[in-house]
């Protein structure tokens, strides 16, 4: 029998990581006294997001939303969206918050030919949002002197506090969790502006996944959202409901990028 894998690694630092081992051990439980097979004891923490993603035994996962729309190798089913309840996150949307140091200039305008950090080009968060809100100012189709991709939005930060980078894109989730967590990080840092919004990460299973395990997923979300048993775990993930719904919550992430191939901007520079 072959041994399904599982993952929470889009939010998964310091606390975060008990509570989502809480919270997988409770899903798995259900899936489990529903007959599931294969249910995986503990999260995946060895391998790459990616990794996990692409692997056609992935049981249950979370995806950024601008590569489940942009890549044409994933091939994932929505079980679900997660609403977070933190400053630029509610009802199943989120945004990022564009910082800089605190120290630094206090208008976007100004950081034309400064240098950019960001946790991945394939982030909606990092890249794609930021990319949709510069747009409208760029000139010539490029704005940054540099553009620098350090793998997390964590990392960003640190480059931002340590002065190797200027600005970035902070998803608002993630930066309530530094906010919590790290305070001193945050308070180096200026907010700029905001993003527009887009829907928060999904909760995804691989498309091959049989329906029968789709359906006692989507059951087993449903009842951890609203265990009481879990409400301490929920608190720490900033986790208030899970939402159904499919992959057209995603179709205005891949608008945005479509509107800055428009404006004459189609990669973050």
Do not use: K
Request: aromatic share 6%; with cysteine; net charge neutral.
């Amino acid at each position: 029998m072959t041994r399904r894998i599982a993952s929470l690694g889009m939010y998964d630092h310091g606390p975060q990581q008990a509570a989502n081992d809480r919270l997988w051990r409770e899903i798995a439980r259900i899936l489990r006294a529903r007959g599931i097979s294969g249910v995986p004891l503990d999260l995946e923490r060895s391998r790459s997001l990616s990794a996990v993603l692409h692997a056609p035994e992935l049981l249950f996962g979370q995806v950024c939303g601008y590569p489940l729309v942009t890549d044409t190798t994933l091939a994932l089913r929505v079980l679900g969206t997660p609403v977070y309840e933190v400053p630029g996150a509610q009802g199943g949307v989120h945004r990022s918050f564009l910082v800089a140091r605190h120290d630094d200039a206090a208008t976007l305008d100004t950081y034309r030919d400064r240098r950019a950090a960001i946790n991945g080009f394939d982030s909606n968060t990092g890249m794609n949002l930021l990319r949709a809100t510069i747009a409208p100012i760029a000139a010539g189709g490029r704005f940054f002197a540099s553009v620098t991709e350090t793998g997390s939005h964590r990392a960003s930060i640190a480059a931002i506090v340590r002065g190797d980078a200027d600005i970035a894109a902070i998803d608002s989730v993630t930066f309530a969790a530094v906010q919590r967590d790290g305070p001193e990080a945050t308070a180096a840092l200026r907010i700029l502006a905001s993003t527009t919004e887009s829907a928060t990460p999904p909760f995804v299973t691989a498309r091959a996944t049989p329906i029968e395990t789709v359906a006692a997923l989507r059951v087993a979300l449903a009842q951890v959202a609203e265990d009481p048993g879990l409400a301490e775990t929920r608190a720490t993930l900033f986790l208030t409901a899970i939402t159904s719904g499919g992959t057209e919550r995603y179709a205005p992430i891949r608008a945005l990028e479509i509107d800055a191939v428009v404006a004459g901007y189609p990669e973050l520079r």
